[in-house]
Structures are given as structure tokens and as C-alpha cells.
């Protein structure tokens, strides 16, 4: 099923323990169309650059499978632009530039090819700009899910709320599910945050998992324990990736099949996590991807013969 | 199989931002044993308390199953009493008091009765105390379990690291996985931990769940999501009380079973926090524990089919 993927095509330069980048590509919108290509190639993509960006890293998204119509180049314009470095424990990170550049007013154009998405992600971007592509739509999607994160709770709480109302699936962290319900159970947080609109709700917990919520339904599911986080960014853009895609490539909405998607999307963020930027994302084998599935499986499956 | 626990029977006084209790009875292995009664009846506590400690409570614990003998009452001297306050977020806490008192010299004296013990659960005390125990046994038990704490770890490292290497199972929570081992990553910590002695690490997350080791199999147990957790005193313990009275009961030490040992000693520890101090720990039911063991389940089962 198509699938239409809004969110930001950007440079990053990444400082971690073990060593820095350069400008590398980077964006929400990057990485999710990357993980995606492995389960569909029915991939739009929204998105805006400055006359900065790279071909070559236009060509690549092509070459996997996405389709760039909708990403517009801005002339004379820069592209965002975000850098940043990790702690020790690769948890917190401090950031050390931010330009949004063409994100500031970025309008985002539907063209008229990608008008029949069953299936959109909205990656973390401004709730306005996430909210306008709900409104340019002429037919509402299957199924819409939304990443965002505490910058836009903090400055554009009316905007977010308003959005969240239009929206199926919300898809955030922990310390962002706990700032935006004021509650610290999560369970407590879900439920605020599913009456504000979504009727799902994933929680990503980093090294702990993640948990999806709907209705009284609770799955959790395990993370990887890894050697080594080499890089966590674009962690979560690869989860919500590979979540949102396996929905668009088995075209089910139901609980059961949200849990494979957990599963998926926290294989695909496993994989992220494991080198620079999106490096890792590049020329995965569909095997590499089952086995990976396979391993998350194993981890949590136990075999229990109740008398009840 | 008989069960031999050895800990702290002692006071707590315990302040949440749920309210706070008078002198309660708590202390590691009144947890533990209580914990185990509802998996077997052959328990055998090893313990100290002063005159102070009131006569009700050790026939609370003899009514639930666990033999006495072994428990030491101190003419004339006090029982350990600690005092704690928990945060917001009850993941912290301040200790208020800490009153060693009857521990300070605790020489545990095993009755011959308890000698052919199977199973050995050594709840958190000076390692020396845990070590001294080993030593006693005429006859090393089938399984040795042991739980400690950082402030071992601070201040009696030498023989800390004398007692691992008598032991089958660790237990302890992440932060002392990680100053144990020196190492941040969990899995890297569980390597050299396991090389210290036990080869079975258990590392409890709290909210997170925990992680089983075992050469290189690694089990992820989920964490029952919780509306509220009410009083975390002796989460731990009756993680530990769950955990070894499941092995002590089936008699099955493979990594299989310890599995299922990881979901049981979870779910006594979700009760666990429902109340104050121990007094969810009274009075369940088979079918409430079962009900609590199969909701574990369903937390993390999914149903993938994958085509390697």
C-alpha cells in the first residue's frame, strides 16, 4: 500500500565516544524512507532541501525505492542543518547547532501522484506543518501516525494538540509521553494521550523497549541488548520507518499485527544504532532483517503451562 | 526441594508520596521467605533480630510455612531498623536511618536440620556473612542464588568478590551490574560479572523488567506496566523470593526454566509494590499469582511468521 512519509531531508554532523562525523545526510524523513524501502516501494516523500543538499544523496533515496517528487529544492537556500554530541552513557546528548534554514517556512506540496496514500507518517517537523499535510490531503488516509518531541511541547503546545486530534497513531518517547500527559506512570500517560486523539500510542524506551498502548491492550516490547550503541541517532526515525512500513506493506490495522510492527520497527532501530547515521540502513539483506526479527523474538519468548 | 534463606528480618519505617508507616516488619528475607511460601513449604530461614522484634510476626512467617529455627533472637540488643523516603518518581530514594544493630556481628549459625538444603538463596548482607554461610553446609546446595547492593561494593569489594565466585545465580539491579562491572553496557557488564563466578547473572531494571544470562543466551522479561507503584520496599527481595522458591520448587535449573523462575519472581514483585512494606505479600491466591504470571505473558507474546 502507498505510503507517504513527511519529515526533514537535513545534514547532521554527529559527535559520539567513538569519534565524529562530517556533514552526513541526515532527517526524520531520511531514515524513515531508508527503512521503509525494505518493505515497500511505494514510498512518497514530502520534504524540502536548500540547493546545498547533495544529488547524490537524492539519487540514493531514489535508487532505494523513494519517490522525490514531493521534495522540493529551495534555491539560494540552505538546508536544516543539525549537530550534536553524546554523553558517555548515550542517553542524553547536548546540541551544538541548530539551523532550521529552508525548515522555517517550509509549505509542503502534495503533488497530485502521491494523493491516493493509504498509510502516512509524519515525522517529527513543526505540528503546524504536520497538520497542514493532514488538510492538503483530499481523502484521509488508512491509517496516520506522527512522531514528535518536547520542543514543540514546549513552544507550540495549542498547535500540537490541535494535530493530535486528526491523528491514528502517536509515536514518542518516554520523558515526551510523561511531559505531554504531566503524568509519570505511563500507563497513566497513555491514557491522557489516547483522549487527546490517537487511538494508539507507542512509548519508545531506548535501551528499555518500547510499549504500545490501545484501548486497554498493553504489548511491550524488548530492546536488543547491545555490546556497543555506536550512534543513537535516527533511532527513533527507524523505528517509526519500520513500523509504519510493515503496516503499509501487510495493509493491517489490527492490535496483533501493531505488535509485529513494534517488533520491526525496533529491529530497524537495532540496526541504526549500530554505525554512523543512516550507514547501517544501506544495503541490508532481507535476511540480515528476519534474523534480526528472529532475535527479538527469542529474547522475550518463554514457555509457561498455567493450571488457570 | 528445601529452600535455605538467609537475610535481614528487621524494621522499616518507609515514607512515599503516598503516605508513610510506623516501624513495619521488613528486612530482605522476611520478603523472600514470604515470597516462597507460595511455591513450598520447606523453608528454612537464617536470620538475627533483637529481643525488640515482636513474637506475632515470627509466627506470622511460621504460619506461612518457614521453619524458625535458624532465626537467632538477641537478648538484650536491638533488630536492624532502616528508614527510607522515597521521590516522586520512587525510582530514588534518601535513606533517613540506618541502625545495623543485631547485624553488626551476625554469626549465622545453620541448625543440622537445615543441612541438606538444595536450594540457597543468600539475600542482601555482608558478603562475608553470605560467605560464612557457604562454608557452614556440610554439603554444597544444588543452587546457590545471591542478591547484594553498591554499598558492598563500596566498602567490602575484597570480599565481595571472594563470595562470587561460590555462587550459581547473581541478582542485582543495573546500577550495580554496571559498578560491579565497570562497564556501561549491560551486555558487556554480564560478561565480566559472570566471569567473577556466577554463570547466571540476573539484572533487575525495575520498570524496565530484567534481563537473564547465561553463557551467551540473554532473556528479556517485561515489567508489568503499573497504574501506580504504591511502596517499591522489597521489590527486589520478592523478585529474589519468586525467583528461587519457582527452582526450588520444579527442581529444574536449566536456562528454560529460569526463564519462567525470571516471569514468577516479576510478577511476586508487582505485587509486591501494590501495597506498604509486605502486606500485599499475605495472603494471595494461587489463582491471583497464575492470573498475574499469564497477564506477564501476554504482555510481550506476538505471533510472527517469518520465512527463514
Known sequence: MSLLIIGSVAFDAIETPFGKTDKIIGGAATYISMVSSYHTNNINLVAVVG??????????????????????????????FWSGRYHNDMNSRDTLVTELNV???????????????????????????????????????????????????????????????????????????????????????SRKIMEMGPSYLVIKKGEHGALLFHENNIFSAPALPLEEVFDPTGAGDSFAGGFISYLAKTDDISFENMKRAVIYGSAMASFCVEKFGTERLIGLTNKEIENRVQAFISLSSVDISLSI
Open 51 to 80: 540547493e546545498d543538499f547533495p544529488e547524490e544523496h537524492i539519487n540514493l533515496l531514489q535508487k532505494m525505492g523513494v519517490d522525490t517528487e514531493g521534495l522540493q529544492i529551495k534555491e539560494g537556500e540552505k538546508s536544516f
Open 103 to 189: 525548515l522555517e517556512n517550509f509549505d509542503p506540496v502534495i503533488p497530485s501522484s502521491y494523493q491516493d496514500c493509504k498509510y502516512l507518517m509524519l515525522g517529527n517537523l513543526s505540528p503546524q506543518v504536520q497538520h497542514t499535510v493532514i488538510d492538503r490531503l483530499e481523502n484521509r488516509p488508512k491509517l496516520v501516525a506522527m512522531d514528535t518531541m518536547n520542543f514543540w511541547m514546549d513552544i507550540a503546545l495549542p498547535e500540537l494538540t490541535e494535530t493530535l486530534k486528526k491523528i491514528d497513531v502517536l509515536i514518542i518517547n518516554d520523558e515526551e509521553a510523561r511531559q505531554l500527559s504531566g503524568e509519570y506512570s505511563l500507563v497513566k500517560a
